[in-house]
């Protein structure tokens, strides 16, 4: 069973880059048959997919967040990553990763997801 | 972007009764792979990511207790908890998984009346 933990601060400050890791376990991030999606939600608020990547290494970015997205994979060791640049106080949200099986498209399973709030 | 529109925000039950979620998508969601509507639940308790337990518009997610069912076509879907528990209180999302980018409703938060 995959496994996944988002790992980064949980502090930045306005107009920065927002870093986050998310490492997975209980399979290789390069077997395939999966693919790795990010997913942010405000305090009390829905649900926002941001994008996605294949272990080949391509990558799918909601619109709304498009030209700020940077997700990337790190095979070697496990893991994808997230960076959000030029953020402000609207992108305070628990970051979710998410596994999606090939062919699926609903996001199981889920990390515990991490807090980031954007103040100076 | 297909917008996912959920009712109500919010619904109190009694326990042992029937509660209704409603999901409409802007558009048409069926899948002409498998000719099966691209729709999925989610069960969010608080501080927990979301659990799927629905998928494919009624698929029940393995290990989801039978009293959770989802139901609908088109532009219009249910999910339906036959009898109400405890164990139930949540937020509950749809997402549409038919073209991206991938969205959700808004959710419909379910508490014990």
């Known amino acids: 069973q995959v496994q996944l933990q988002e790992s980064g601060p949980g502090l930045v400050k306005p107009s920065q880059t927002l870093s986050l890791t998310c490492s997975v376990s209980?399979?290789?991030?390069?077997?395939?048959?999966?693919?790795w999606t990010w997913i942010r939600q405000p305090a009390g608020k829905g649900l926002e997919w941001i994008g996605r990547?294949?272990?080949?290494?391509?990558?799918n970015y909601n619109p709304s967040l498009k030209s700020r997205i940077t997700i990337s994979i790190d095979t070697s060791r496990n893991r994808f990553s997230l960076d959000l640049s030029s953020v402000t106080a609207a992108d305070t949200a628990v970051y979710f990763c998410?596994?999606?099986?090939?062919?699926?498209?609903?996001?199981?399973?889920w990390g515990q997801g991490t807090l980031v709030t954007v103040s100076s | 972007d297909i917008v996912m529109t959920q009712s109500p925000d919010s619904l109190a039950v009694s326990l042992g009764e029937r509660a209704t979620i409603n999901c409409r998508p802007s558009?048409?969601?069926?899948?002409?792979?498998?000719?099966?509507?691209?729709l999925a639940w989610y069960q969010q308790k608080p501080g927990q990511p979301p659990k799927v337990v629905i998928y494919?518009?009624?698929t029940r997610e393995s290990g989801v207790p039978d009293r959770f069912s989802g139901s609908g076509s088109g532009t219009d879907f249910t999910l339906t908890i036959s009898s109400l528990q405890a164990e139930d209180v949540a937020v509950y999302y749809c997402?549409?998984?038919?073209?991206?980018?991938?969205?959700f409703g808004g959710g419909t938060r379910v508490e014990i009346k």
């Open positions: 998410s596994a999606v099986k090939e062919g699926a498209n609903w996001f199981d399973p």
């Open positions: 209980g399979d290789s991030i390069n077997s395939g048959g999966y693919y």
């Open positions: 494919w518009a009624s």
């Open positions: 990547i294949y272990a080949s290494g391509i990558t």
């Open positions: 558009q048409s969601i069926l899948s002409s792979s498998n000719n099966q509507d691209s």
């Open positions: 997402q549409q998984y038919y073209s991206s980018p991938l969205t």
